[in-house]
């Protein structure tokens, strides 16, 4: 619609004109399936997942993004079924790929607040930061999540 209202003040086109061409190009692309909110919801909640970010995180992308409340809740809902803990395995992703928790070298206890501010900050909860970095070893840790401690 800008690039309407663009080529309306320059060239003087009429705006009803091409708003009315747009609703006509959505509802062909919706028909053969290239406009599919559900199928986005899923695929960038399992990409944003596999990254390490909480649910309420992923909730709040796909919103921003536009994606309608039911298929945000559809694409969750589907995530929460086909993982056992997603906040939790989420955690562990983003520690493991941030270098935070058991996965830092050195001077763990020193950065301990910092790891669990930056696990805060993606929206996990204080239970799940404070368990990603106090756990022991990134062993101990990714064992727990397949056996359900």
């Known amino acids: ?7 309306a003040r320059v060239h003087g086109t009429d ?21 599919d909110d559900q199928g986005y919801a899923v695929m960038y909640a399992g990409s944003l997942f596999r ?5 309420r995180a992923i909730r709040y992308k796909l919103a921003q993004k536009g ?9 969750l809902a589907g995530l929460a079924e086909s993982v056992a803990d997603p906040d939790r395995q989420a955690a562990v992703a983003y520690a493991r790929r ?7 070298q050195e001077r763990r206890e020193e950065a301990r607040d910092r790891d ?8 996990f909860s204080y239970g799940i930061a404070r368990w990603v ?9 990714e064992a727990s999540l397949t056996s359900g401690d």
Request: charged share 30%; net charge neutral; hydrophobic share 40%.
């Open 1 to 7: 619609m800008r690039r309407v209202e663009r080529s």
């Open 15 to 35: 705006r009803d004109e091409g708003a009315m061409a747009i609703a006509q190009i959505i509802e062909r692309f919706q028909a053969v399936g290239y406009i």
């Open 51 to 55: 990254r390490g970010s909480s649910l």
């Open 67 to 75: 994606v309608p409340e039911d298929a945000i809740e559809t694409a």
């Open 98 to 104: 941030r270098r935070i928790g058991p996965w830092r």
């Open 116 to 123: 669990l501010a930056a696990l805060g900050r993606q929206g």
């Open 133 to 141: 970095v106090d756990a022991e070893s990134p062993e101990i840790c």
